[in-house]
C-alpha cells in the first residue's frame, strides 16, 4: 500500500481508532484501561506493518519500529500535567535529536530515506548511488532535506508539548483526563501527520531534484522517467 492509501490508515490507525476508544470504552473498561488500549492501538499497528506485512528491514523500519517499542513502554508511564505533556512529545525529541544528529555526524537521514527509495539490489548500485550523493549539490540537498524534517519535528514537538500542558489539565485515571486527551489527539495525530507527509514529499523533492540534475538527461524525455540505473552507467558512476 503506498501513497494516500498508507496516509488514510496511518490517520485512521493512528488518530481516529485511539479517539473511539478514549471517547467510547472510558467508562466501559475504566479511564486507566482505555487509555492503555488506545495507546498501544497505534503501536501494534506500526509493529505489524513492519515485521509482518512489509517486512524490510533497514535503518528507517528499525527507527519506526524501535521509536513504536518506546511509546508502547511509555504507555504504562501513568502521569498527567507537564509529564504527561513531556511523554507525549517523547516521539518528536528523539526524532529532533536523530535527524540533527545525523547531520553532525555527516550521515544525513535523507540519504538512508533515498537509498530505501531507490533500492539499489547489487553491490554495484549501491557503490554507484553512494558516489552520486557526494557530488556537492547532491550532498547539500541531503542535508537540506535532512535539517528540513528535523526542523519540521521540532516545530510539532513545542506545539505538541504546548497544546498538551494547556488542554491535557485533569489527573490521570480520570473520564475527563481521556477526555482531554482524545481532544488533542483529534488534533495531533491528523494534523501532525498530514504536515509530516508534506514536508516529507518535500524533502524527497529536494534531492530527486538535485539527483537527477546531476545525471545526464535524454533528449525529449523529462529526467524522472528515466531509468536511473542507466543514467548511472551513462555518467560513468555504475560499471557494468
Do not use: H
Not at 129 to 157: C, D, K, M
Not at 222 to 233: G, R
Request: no cysteine; net charge positive; proline share 5%.
Amino acid at each position: 500500500m503506498k501513497g494516500y492509501g498508507k496516509l488514510i490508515l496511518d490517520i485512521v490507525i493512528g488518530a481516529i481508532v485511539p479517539i473511539l476508544i478514549l471517547n467510547n470504552l472510558t467508562r466501559v473498561v475504566g479511564a486507566p484501561a482505555a487509555y492503555v488500549w488506545a495507546a498501544l492501538v497505534p503501536v501494534a499497528y506500526i509493529l505489524v506493518d513492519t515485521f509482518l506485512i512489509s517486512r524490510r528491514f533497514n535503518a528507517i523500519t528499525t527507527y519506526v519500529a524501535l521509536n513504536a517499542i518506546m511509546q508502547g513502554a511509555l504507555a504504562f508511564w501513568f502521569v498527567d500535567g507537564w509529564r504527561y505533556a513531556l511523554k507525549d512529545t517523547a516521539g518528536l525529541i528523539v526524532a529532533v535529536v536523530l535527524f540533527f544528529g545525523s547531520l553532525a555526524l555527516r550521515q544525513p537521514m535523507m540519504k538512508f530515506f533515498a537509498i530505501q527509495a531507490f533500492q539499489p539490489d547489487t553491490p554495484a548500485k549501491a557503490q554507484a548511488l553512494g558516489a552520486l550523493f557526494t557530488e556537492p549539490p547532491v550532498w547539500r540537498s541531503l542535508n537540506l532535506g535532512t535539517a528540513l524534517i528535523g526542523g519540521q519535528n521540532l516545530l510539532l514537538g513545542i506545539a505538541n508539548f504546548a497544546l498538551n500542558l494547556s488542554v491535557v489539565t485533569a489527573s490521570f485515571g480520570s473520564d475527563e483526563f481521556n477526555y482531554q486527551v482524545g481532544q488533542v489527539n483529534a488534533i495531533t495525530r491528523i494534523a501532525f501527520t498530514v504536515i509530516s507527509f508534506v514536508f516529507f514529499a518535500g524533502a524527497f523533492f529536494l534531492v530527486y531534484r538535485a539527483i537527477y540534475s546531476a545525471l545526464p538527461a535524454e533528449g525529449g524525455k523529462d529526467p524522472t522517467e528515466s531509468d536511473l540505473w542507466e543514467l548511472l552507467a551513462k555518467r560513468g558512476l555504475l560499471k557494468p
